[in-house]
């Protein structure tokens, strides 16, 4: 449905930050919920963060929400996810995903999206 890549992904140490990036090709980006997942090899892809349309709303795992921000510019159609205080549990592949907005519907953040990105990997040391 939309075209999203990310990108920033790399090696760093613990206790490091990294910031991941994905651009999405739509000319209607603020209509969309963009959300981070990650997924280890032999593990279930686990959320990680939405932001609403607007940047009004976000929600994170509890696993980040003390070290991860997620934002969106969307003059430049791209959301990120600023991720501090890594550790090791947090390397992963990151994947951005993407719902459009529902009218009439209340319920949030979406539980299944339609467009996911590639992914990225990012790999933390200790």
């Known amino acids: 449905q939309v075209q999203l890549v990310e990108s920033g992904g790399g090696l760093v140490q613990a206790g490091g930050s990294l910031r991941v990036s994905c651009a999405a090709s739509t000319r209607t980006f603020s209509q969309y919920t963009l959300a981070w997942f990650r997924r280890t090899p032999g593990k279930e892809r686990e959320f990680v963060a939405a932001i609403s349309g607007r940047g009004l709303s976000t929600r994170y795992a509890d696993s980040v929400k003390a070290r991860f921000t997620i934002s969106r510019d969307n003059a430049k159609n791209t959301v990120y996810l600023q991720m501090n205080s890594l550790k090791s549990e947090d390397t992963a592949v990151y994947f951005c995903?993407?719902?459009?907005?529902?009218?009439?519907?209340?319920?949030?953040?979406?539980?299944?999206?339609?467009?996911w990105g590639q992914g990225t990997q990012v790999t933390v040391s200790s």
């Open positions: 995903a993407a719902e459009i907005r529902r009218p009439g519907v209340s319920t949030w953040p979406p539980t299944e999206y339609s467009s």
